[in-house]
């Protein structure tokens, strides 16, 4: 793969050099801070051989590569420096983000630089578990402590590390932010610890504790410095900034970190880990159920970066258990891969894509290939991987299992948990349990025409547009009418991962400029949200259709919204469904962008969309043909 012309093309295609405010690469991804994400041609890039898919997350423009990022990304970066220079000053692209959404922001653009040297360093200590348990390398010799700093060094000097990568994400002097991390790890200050509760600055006692493999009070530290570093700036002559910023900064900060945001930190990082604790202890199955079954949904919207933190933090005091209930997901999507290497027998490029990822999953751990390339792609796979993750997932949390090192979960990271053998059988449960499942149920409903004859095309027109179709026995239409009055959008341009990327099916989106929905169809109300925000119909040939009135609108817990139906009703297409406020929506900051999707048929169909720009309710929207 020419890696060079393909950077080219991703940075052409984001919107050009003057569109990067930043980037830096995961495992798998490309992720952009981008100044305007609308400049971005993002069916050009999903298009472009080599690239997964593109993901809106967190505030980051995602690209979805594989295992092969690394490469790209230095291709990128060669005579480039987006995002290094501290003082410069980025754009904003105007887009509202909710104080969540900016906290996994921070976190995942704060973890991203060091997973590769976190997960590297992980798989050193694994095989030095194993290198010991096969009493091939002593636990004392000088090799052995030798690798052994390597393996450690990261997780030890991580206050250091994450306070370098959080002054970037927060634009503050990176260095310093380091320098403050490092500043409660020197051995003038370690040193302190000898002498128990009798230090004091200034008069003030002063907590001491190990900040080695710290994580919460570095960020609620460099958080604070971020603010300082800015204040001082604006009220220090400029001439001067040079050394007295730094330096007053320093003065300030690492003694507060010392007497509050370091012990305050580490409470709280305390508190948090002996929550999941509690929780796992109450029902370790229920608890392995849910993060092995979902975590893949947590990836997909970037969820899972907050976990991150308290997992390092869990490692650091002897163990983690999020990670190891989680790992079982990961096998039910590798799972699932080989299920549809060894079904898809006819079709090569999906036997080839299957295989591969598959691979890249098993000895590397990394499964977005699998998540973009399969399981959203085909539907049927997504309740394999919740049962196949919650299996494994359900035996991991009730006998304990944790993982001792940060790691990608694949077949050589298995030394780092323990008790590993129960965690083999957890994985191995996963995994089986997925590609027989997948075996068994395949990845097309049974309504697929395989034996149907196909003979010369034939035309269906509908509301002025012809479209072609091949001609099978029996061909039939079902229409779905507009249930909104507005400007459509495909569903690609709806900022919400579940909808862009077609996980919950196929449809179109609709920006309403009349605040009513109307039934698309004649059926049944088959769900009603209590908030009144979204509504489920069933049509009559057993055809489910989701309406959903704004992007995040469930956090208005029903204000604005009127319902006029229930659970149960039987409607006509054209009955009024809910009535809702849009300007108080809007001006409340929701996006008002209202997905209309056909979330599950009884046949395997062909979705075809009306192509108007806007669209008034009761118009044709979608034609479904069997």
């Not at 002593?138 to 700093?149: E, F, K």
């Amino acid at each position: 793969m020419d890696y060079k012309k393909m950077s080219d093309d991703i940075v052409r295609l984001v919107g050009g050099e003057e569109n990067i405010n930043g980037l830096v690469h995961c495992a798998t991804r490309l992720r952009f801070d981008l100044k305007d994400s609308r400049k971005a041609e993002r069916e050009e890039l999903e298009k472009h051989e080599g690239i997964i898919t593109v993901v809106e997350s967190g505030g980051q423009f995602q690209v979805v590569i594989g295992s092969h990022v690394a490469y790209v990304y230095t291709e990128i970066m060669k005579n480039r420096d987006f995002g290094s220079d501290t003082h410069a000053t980025t754009e904003s692209s105007g887009k509202k983000t909710s104080v969540v959404s900016t906290i996994f922001e921070v976190i995942s653009g704060s973890f991203s630089p060091l997973i590769s040297a976190m997960a590297g360093s992980g798989m050193l200590k694994a095989l030095l578990t194993v290198l010991t348990l096969l009493g091939w390398m002593s636990a004392t010799s000088d090799t052995y402590l030798i690798l052994s700093a390597a393996g450690n060094a990261v997780f030890y000097f991580l206050p250091i590390l994450l306070g370098i990568t959080l002054g970037i994400k927060l634009k503050a002097n990176p260095y310093v932010a380091g320098v403050i991390g490092a500043a409660l790890m020197e051995p003038n200050f370690t040193g302190l610890m000898d002498k128990g509760s009798d230090v004091s600055f200034l008069g003030i006692p002063v907590v001491m504790m190990n900040y080695s493999s710290s994580v919460f009070p570095i960020f609620i530290s460099i958080s604070i410095y971020a603010f300082v570093d800015k204040l001082l700036k604006k009220i220090i002559f400029k001439d001067l900034q040079l050394f007295l910023v730094p330096m007053l900064a320093l003065m300030i900060m690492v003694p507060l970190s010392a007497i509050a945001f370091g012990p305050f930190g580490t409470t709280v990082g305390d508190w948090i880990s002996s929550g999941v604790t509690w929780l796992i202890g109450v029902s370790g199955i229920l608890s392995g159920i849910v993060l092995g079954g979902f975590m893949m949904f947590m990836v997909v919207f970037g969820l899972h970066w907050g976990f991150a933190p308290i997992s390092i933090h869990n490692i650091g005091i002897g163990g983690d258990p999020i990670e190891a209930m989680a790992a079982a997901a990961v096998f039910a999507q590798i799972g699932v891969a080989f299920g549809f290497f060894l079904k898809a027998k006819k079709d090569k490029t999906l036997r080839t894509l299957a295989g591969s990822a598959s691979i890249t999953g098993l000895l590397a751990g990394v499964t977005e290939p699998i998540i973009y390339g399969l399981v959203l792609r085909f539907k049927r796979a997504i309740p394999i991987v919740i049962i196949a993750g919650a299996a494994g997932g359900a035996i991991n949390g009730h006998f304990g299992v944790k993982m001792t090192a940060y790691v990608f979960h694949n077949i050589f990271a298995i030394p780092v948990y323990t008790p590993t053998l129960v965690y083999v059988i957890a994985i191995a449960c996963s995994f089986t349990v997925a590609t027989v499942l997948t075996l068994t149920f395949g990845y097309e409903s049974k309504g697929r025409r395989e034996n149907s004859k196909t003979v010369d095309s034939t035309k269906v027109e509908e509301s002025g547009s012809v479209i072609t179709v091949s001609k099978a026995v029996d061909i039939k239409k079902e229409t779905i009418y507009s249930p909104i009055t507005g400007k459509i959008a495909p569903l690609r341009q709806v900022n919400d991962s579940a909808f862009s990327t077609g996980a919950m099916g196929k449809g179109l989106a609709i920006e309403p400029s009349v605040g009513e929905v109307v039934a698309p169809i004649d059926g049944v109300v088959t769900s009603l949200f209590p908030t009144g925000h979204a509504i489920g119909l069933t049509t009559h040939a057993g055809t489910e259709i989701l309406i959903h009135v704004g992007i995040n609108t469930v956090a208005l817990k029903g204000k604005y919204f009127n319902p006029a139906v229930q659970e149960g009703d039987i409607v006509k297409q054209g009955d009024l469904l809910i009535q809702f406020d849009r300007e108080q929506i809007i001006e409340a900051g929701y996006e008002i962008v209202t997905p209309v999707i056909v979330t599950q048929t009884k046949n395997k169909v062909d979705t075809f969309e009306t192509n108007q720009e806007q669209i008034q309710k009761n118009e044709v929207l979608l034609t479904l043909v069997v």
